[in-house]
């Protein structure tokens, strides 16, 4: 139909459209010749204009070119930091700060629920690194893919958008916390932030480690990364001393037998009581000031004040301390002589004391173990300062502590 037809193109100055489409009062649409009559070249077309610029012939070619644009939200905060605490307590404050600019002020020291909320924050973006397919999955209420770790783990999301371990225990009379922990990745920067741990529980070995943060984590391969922060303490490799594997005989009858309390009494330099159940293994520990009756008597009294009556003592012989240094031959001569006194001030009691042979401290490897483990968590806090008696006293009753919350049997697996 516009075959023949010439196309030309209309100045914005001669288009009566462009009134309305840049917008005109009532009043100049009134007066404007151009709205109501046109251009003036339409009545003479020998003024028309003209238009000058050829259009193109050819169209160059255009290429499709593929853009991919990819979010990445990084979160090196995470491990700008290597100590935990602070770096919860950095991001407490950040919270506080977006809480301030959107409400009423908080000021004064971090709460309890700011630093779990920094936590759960840190805890969050960690999961997010490590576990992003199954956190998709789980939000979508998907299966887990077969090869993925937290299969077997039976997992779940929290109402703060955590993933925690699911399992059977419904029913047990433990915390919601303890039934079902929340998961940490392997080989990552907060897994090994369980280096807190292992310092305020002075040192302990990873066993104990791995069951300690497991009242509240479970990182996969847990037991290793254990392994990793006690190997990697420095104070830890310089105390621990090189084991040999002896065969040792047979335990004896009250090892293995059922019964009252048993305790034993170790006198050790730094003049500490140490008072080991043969049954249960529980430790107690009593701070003794100098090598008198009158003193260890005392201790065992706040010993039975407040643990019970024992039925059977038992200790080193005092020939086993033959050869030491001075201070060693002040045991060796406390436990001679004073050996009467207090077996008679025992007997009162309905309690016992029996030495074990001479030259034969193997007999007392129950209560060795103890003293060992006890020393090397002394020794590793304190090194070389110089504590006083409550010091030291606070510091025993915080060993005793760790000793008797280590688990009795080795950690599962799962």
């Not at 409400?103 to 004064?108: H, L, Q, R, T």
């Not at 920094?118 to 997010?128: D, G, H, K, S």
């Not at 292992?198 to 984590?217: D, N």
């Not at 001393?241 to 005989?249: E, I, N, R, S």
């Amino acid at each position: 139909m516009t075959k023949d037809a010439t196309w030309q193109h209309v100045p914005s100055e001669d288009n009566p459209a462009d009134l309305l489409f840049r917008g005109s009062s009532v009043e100049t649409l009134r007066s404007s010749s151009l709205w109501w009559n046109g251009p003036s070249w339409i009545r003479q077309p020998e003024v028309r204009p003209s238009y000058s610029k050829e259009p193109e012939a050819e169209l160059p070619e255009l290429k499709t070119i593929s853009v991919i644009l990819m979010a990445v939200n990084t979160r090196d905060i995470i491990r700008k930091y290597s100590s935990y605490n602070k770096l919860c307590r950095i991001l407490a404050y950040c919270h506080r700060f977006i809480h301030n600019c959107r409400n009423k002020k908080k000021v004064g020291p971090l709460e309890t629920a700011g630093i779990l909320k920094a936590e759960n924050t840190v805890l969050r973006w960690t999961q997010i690194e490590a576990f992003s397919q199954e956190l998709s999955c789980l939000q979508r209420k998907c299966e887990l893919p077969r090869k993925s770790p937290l299969r077997s783990l039976h997992p779940f999301l929290d109402e703060n958008n955590l993933i925690r371990v699911g399992g059977r225990l419904k029913n047990a009379e433990l915390s919601w916390e303890q039934k079902h922990q929340i998961l940490l990745p392997a080989k990552h920067f907060v897994t090994r932030l369980m280096r807190k741990d292992h310092l305020r529980l002075k040192h302990c070995p990873p066993e104990q480690l791995l069951y300690t943060v497991r009242q509240q984590f479970w990182p996969i391969s847990g037991r290793r990364e254990a392994h990793k922060v006690v190997k990697e303490c420095v104070q830890c490799f310089r105390f621990n001393p090189t084991a040999f594997d002896t065969l040792m005989g047979d335990l004896p009858r009250e090892r293995v037998r059922e019964s009252r309390r048993h305790g034993r009494i170790h006198v050790s330099k730094g003049y500490v009581a140490v008072f080991v159940c043969f049954c249960t293994k529980a430790v107690h520990l009593e701070m003794v000031t100098e090598l008198t009756t009158q003193a260890f008597l005392a201790a065992l009294q706040r010993f039975t004040a407040r643990r019970g009556i024992c039925n059977r003592l038992y200790s080193d012989n005092g020939s086993n301390f033959i050869g030491a240094s001075r201070e060693i031959k002040d045991l060796q001569d406390f436990l001679k002589k004073k050996s009467s006194t207090i077996a008679s001030s025992l007997a009162e009691q309905h309690m016992d004391w029996s030495f074990i042979p001479p030259r034969a401290s193997h007999f007392g490897g129950l209560w060795e173990a103890a003293v060992k483990v006890m020393k090397k968590h002394l020794y590793t806090e304190i090194r070389s300062k110089v504590l006083t008696f409550e010091e030291y006293s606070t510091l025993l009753s915080n060993i005793e502590a760790i000793l008797n919350s280590r688990p009795l049997t080795p950690v599962t697996r799962s």
